[in-house]
């Protein structure tokens, strides 16, 4: 294992279980999925139970694919369209930095799971064992995680997001 191996297999942890435990907190802590549920129909994006799933659902997914290194251009497709609808309906009215409540995070993980898809990830991961690291990286994990996730995360705002009007609060 070189040390580009062994740095992926950090970040891709890392960055793997950090995502998977935000949707693990909206199905198990809190107010769960029904709470989860009123905040997205708060933000607008309708119908909220099923943003709420889905959102879940698809956090602890790409987190765990992630996590694993199992299909990461898709892992990484995961993160850039969450971290996209994450950003522009929660984030962006605060500026860049992450003390604001800016959509600073939401970059870093986003390009995290776009570097990983791009590089590959690593040795010492499951596309590896199965010998899917060089089909799936460089060009090929640059255009599945980066295009095929901003493609989702767009039309998912493009199809759902319909914030209440300033005034009408």
């Given at each position: 294992?070189?040390?580009?191996d062994a740095?992926?297999?950090?970040?891709?942890?890392?960055?793997g279980l950090t995502m998977a435990a935000h949707g693990y907190q909206k199905f198990y802590s809190g107010g769960r999925i029904p709470g989860t549920a009123r905040w997205f129909d708060s933000i607008g994006m309708r119908p909220g139970r099923l943003h709420a799933?889905?959102?879940?659902?698809t956090e602890m997914a790409a987190g765990i694919l992630l996590a694993l290194g199992l299909l990461t251009p898709l892992a990484?497709?995961?993160f850039?369209?969450?971290?996209?609808?994450?950003?522009?309906?929660?984030?962006?009215?605060?500026?860049?930095?992450?003390?604001?409540?800016?959509?600073?995070?939401?970059?870093?993980?986003?390009?995290?799971?776009?570097?990983?898809?791009?590089?590959?990830?690593g040795e010492w991961s499951l596309d590896g064992v199965l010998g899917l690291t060089e089909s799936l990286s460089g060009l090929t994990g640059f255009l599945i995680s980066a295009g095929g996730g901003s493609i989702a995360g767009a039309a998912l705002l493009a199809a759902c997001y319909r914030p209440v009007p300033t005034e009408a609060q």
């Open positions: 294992m070189t040390a580009l740095g992926a297999l950090l970040l891709r942890v890392i960055a799933v889905t959102a879940a659902g990484g497709a995961g850039v369209g969450l971290m996209l609808v994450a950003a522009w309906t929660v984030h962006r009215a605060h500026g860049f930095y992450s003390v604001n409540s800016g959509w600073e995070y939401n970059l870093v993980l986003a390009t995290i799971g776009v570097a990983l898809s791009t590089t590959g990830p």
